[in-house]
């Protein structure tokens, strides 16, 4: 197969400028890995078309649809619980891939509509971003918590404002704030201050002003990171962490891990919207296919989002040979094990 290009050649003229530009076409014969490719692409196309699919059930999203969310009811309640409480700030802690932002965004998702025991309703923000440096991180807040602010303002100028529009929140309108920040450690140490200061509030001169009215934390700080990062958080910001509990993200069993598969494939054949979480079906995953993946991926949604698009693509060959589109526990073993052999070799 020739694949046939187009390309511009300038050549130099005395002519005016633009005068000597030619078109050429240009032949190159098409490798054995491109046409590879295109035949594996083409095998895959087939496959998802054949179980009713409109593109990849297992793509990547950055911030997928809340209707792919895997809830886990006994681990968002603890997450709520401690914000109602308001005893404690909170560290989300797990593996990357574990699902942490999912469920900070659940738990920000619900706040809205409950009060704390004393009445409060809560104003909520969330900081996906980081690697943040200190100026950056005190604009991302105020966004956050949507608090006006000059882009010429220092730090120390947002963070007040920031400060102050809680209190007046708390004041005014019965309103806790809660703040959730991704991968709290990953941002520059000078932040880290800027996220202490708001945990601490009130402020003893702010206490003293309102006479009595600010006699409760009215920041919670909600975090997440890995187990590396809590550490690192231990060390820069022990004042936080000693006011801070850890809750581990658990990972899924094998009936989550097929309904993490189900809803995935239901999203890419465009019925999510009728998904039911009590009766689904996995085809064309068998029970035992998940079941391996799971416990490869130890029940860690990135990996076994990443893993069941190997066995995807496996699976696409042998419908190119067969015409069965299943995923059988045998291309599950084949996708695990290799899987297994590459951390290996990687560790």
Not at 7 to 18: C, E, F, H, S, V
Not at 278 to 298: Q, Y
Request: aromatic letters at 8%.
């Amino acid at each position: 197969m020739w694949v046939v290009l187009q390309a511009l050649l300038i050549i130099p003229t005395q002519k005016a400028a633009g005068e000597g530009l030619k078109i050429m076409t240009i032949a190159i014969y098409e490798s054995a890995l491109i046409r590879h490719f295109n035949t594996r692409k083409e095998a895959l196309r087939a496959w998802e078309e054949k179980i009713g699919c409109r593109s990849s059930p297992f793509r990547g999203y950055k911030m997928p649809d809340s209707r792919l969310y895997i809830e886990q009811p006994d681990f968002l309640d603890s997450i709520v619980d401690l914000v109602l409480t308001n005893e404690r700030h909170i560290f989300i802690r797990g593996p990357v891939g574990s699902g942490k932002s999912t469920l900070m965004l659940l738990a920000l998702r619900d706040l809205p509509t409950l009060m704390d025991r004393r009445g409060n309703r809560f104003a909520v923000g969330y900081v996906g971003m980081s690697g943040l440096y200190e100026k950056q991180m005190a604009s991302a807040i105020a966004d956050a918590l949507r608090i006006k602010y000059k882009r010429s303002w220092e730090t120390n100028e947002i963070i007040e404002a920031v400060s102050a529009e809680c209190v007046r929140r708390y004041i005014e309108e019965k309103s806790r704030t809660a703040l959730f920040i991704e991968d709290v450690a990953d941002n520059q140490e000078a932040a880290f201050h800027k996220i202490r200061y708001l945990a601490d509030l009130p402020t003893e001169e702010m206490k003293e002003s309102y006479k009595g009215a600010l006699d409760e934390p009215i920041v919670t700080l909600i975090m997440s990171g890995t187990m590396e990062y809590w550490n690192a958080m231990l060390n820069f910001l022990p004042q936080i962490a000693d006011r801070t509990e850890p809750l581990d993200v658990p990972a899924l069993d094998n009936q989550k891990a097929k309904e993490f598969v189900a809803r995935r494939i239901a999203y890419a054949q465009g019925k999510i919207d009728v998904f039911d979480k009590d009766s689904f079906e996995i085809h064309p995953f068998t029970d035992k296919a998940i079941e391996l993946i799971n416990t490869a991926a130890k029940g860690n949604p990135r990996d076994i989002r990443m893993l069941a698009r190997g066995c995807e693509q496996v699976a696409a060959d042998e419908f190119s040979k067969n015409g069965d589109p299943t995923v059988t526990q045998g291309i599950a073993k084949l996708v695990t094990e290799a899987y297994a052999a590459l951390l290996k070799e990687v560790h």
